[in-house]
């Protein structure tokens, strides 16, 4: 079975500060995806950004970054130039198998963005 | 298409009642997942479809819980004899490759 853990229930950050969110997991898959998802208040989540195991370069997108430490399974969410759009809820999940909307999703981190 | 779809958004219901819920995926996607997730906490999955068959249902979803994807569009999941326990949103998800699109949910709460 699959975890994904999320020690941070809540941070805080200054709005163009950077800030960084911690995810742990465990798999038995050798090859695999994780991803973040970002969930606004009241609206859809959505896809922040992926990382697949076997590429050794941390992923970026925009503001948005990871540091994937594969033999630690450590897969944290680095947030540059914070913005007040970026305020919500962030969850690490890690699919299973080659089902990747199946889903095995932390407990969540509540960002808050301040002026 | 503007994306995944779910109707009712929110949902009242009297303990014992039935309900049933829609989502409608994006359309060229084939696979089709039902979550629960109760506030504060992660979505848990609950069912996912490849087409119109139904591969997995987690131990989360018991017989009181019926998903159906005819035709391999739309899906119903649908509650019966519901119970205050089963208060949460419910979300679903479409998806061709590796992301899953989410819908906004249907938010349940039995009274």
Known sequence: AQTVTQSQPEMSVQEAETVTLSCTYDTSESDYYLFWYKQPPSRQ????????????????????????????????????????????????????????????FGQGTILTVHP | DTGVSQNPRHKITKRGQNVTFRCDPISEHNRLYWYRQTLGQGPEFLTYFQNEAQLEKSRLLSDRFSAERPKGSFSTLEIQRTEQGDSAMYLCASSAGTEAFFGQGTRLTVV
């Open chain 1, 45 to 104: 989540m959505i896809l922040v950004i992926r990382q697949e195991a076997y590429k050794q370069q941390n992923a970026t997108e925009n503001r948005f970054s990871v540091n994937f430490q594969k033999a630690a399974k450590s897969f944290s969410l680095k947030i540059s130039d914070s913005q007040l759009g970026d305020a919500a809820m962030y969850f690490c999940a890690i699919p299973g198998g080659t089902s990747y909307g199946k889903l095995t």
